[in-house]
């Protein structure tokens, strides 16, 4: 299958780092005009250079995607870049751990934070949100698009210490789930990934026994690369995804299944 996205225009948000990077270079490597919108201005310049120093059209807008502005702003700058928005992938997303409560000899010490709930809800989820909202204008002009959202394998069956991420996650199939409904008819499908456990720098914050017990449990007896995923967003972006509407698409190597 030689998946053709020339004369595409495509969002990654978080797209500086990870599976939003692996997603950026895949999306323009099948010829798509990539706008990396991510706030990291050091790490977001540094991969469109790289990327482009290689012949790919990608090209780093600095975005913060819990903010209106700054992604009302980034649209008008990718207009001005490249003239449309045909693909977006809601891809930024932050974790902070925590256990709902810490019990210990039977007392209550401490648990997750207000500030760690909000955070984590402003980024996975008011973030995408707020980026489909600034966005879907420019998919009518263009007469349809796609829509990819981050969610996980966690989404599905809860992770200890996640209660923040995890109802982010959830949240994110449920919006997919309704958008599909309300952007079909515009021909717009909208789609959401659920990766397992993928090397990148979010999982490297985790315990390695954490870590471990996940490839035990995964048939692939590994971790998933950012290109795993990659490859699966860049599936749903292209036009052998145009009936895909609504699903949620999982990339874990079988973990859910387990050994
Ligand atoms: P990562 O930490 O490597 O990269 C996340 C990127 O998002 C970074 O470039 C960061 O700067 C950007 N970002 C964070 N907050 C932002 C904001 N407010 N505005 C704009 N950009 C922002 O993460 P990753 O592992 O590549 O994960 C990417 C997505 O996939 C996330 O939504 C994550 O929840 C999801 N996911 C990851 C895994 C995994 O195992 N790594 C599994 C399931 C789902």
Redesign the pocket.
């Known amino acids: 299958m030689h998946i053709d996205l020339t004369h595409r225009v495509a969002v990654v948000?978080?797209g500086?780092?990870?599976?939003?990077r692996a997603t950026a270079r895949r999306l323009a490597e099948s010829g798509a005009h990539v706008a990396i919108?991510?706030?990291?201005p050091e790490?977001g310049e540094a991969t469109a250079v790289a990327l482009a120093s290689e012949g790919l059209d990608v090209h780093f807008i600095e975005?913060?995607?819990?903010r209106r502005a700054s992604v009302d702003a980034a649209v008008a700058l990718t207009i001005t870049r490249f003239g449309g928005i045909d693909i977006l992938i809601n891809?930024?997303?932050?974790t902070r751990d925590s256990q709902l409560v810490k019990i210990k000899d039977g007392s209550v010490t401490g648990g997750m934070t207000d500030d760690e709930f909000d955070a984590v809800v402003a980024?996975?989820l008011k973030?995408v949100y707020t980026c489909t909202q600034a966005v879907v204008p420019e998919l009518l002009k263009r007469g349809g698009g796609r829509i990819v959202n981050?969610s996980?394998v966690v989404a599905l069956h809860g992770n200890f210490g996640q209660t923040n991420y995890v109802a982010t996650k959830a949240g994110v199939i449920g919006m997919t789930q309704v958008w599909a409904r309300e952007l079909g008819k515009r021909n717009i499908t909208v789609n959401a990934i659920a990766?397992g456990?993928?090397a990148?720098?979010?999982?490297a914050r985790m315990p390695a026994s954490a870590l471990e017990a996940m490839q035990t449990h995964t048939p692939a007896g590994r971790l998933g690369s950012?290109e795993d995923v990659a490859n699966a967003y860049c599936f749903l972006s292209s036009d052998f995804a145009a009936f895909i509407n609504g699903a949620v698409l999982t990339v874990d190597g079988g973990l859910v299944i387990g050994t």
């Open positions: 948000t978080g500086a780092n990870g599976i939003g919108w991510d706030r990291v790490i975005t913060d995607v819990t891809n930024a997303g932050i980024v996975n973030g981050a996980s990766p456990f993928i990148t720098e979010m999982t950012p």
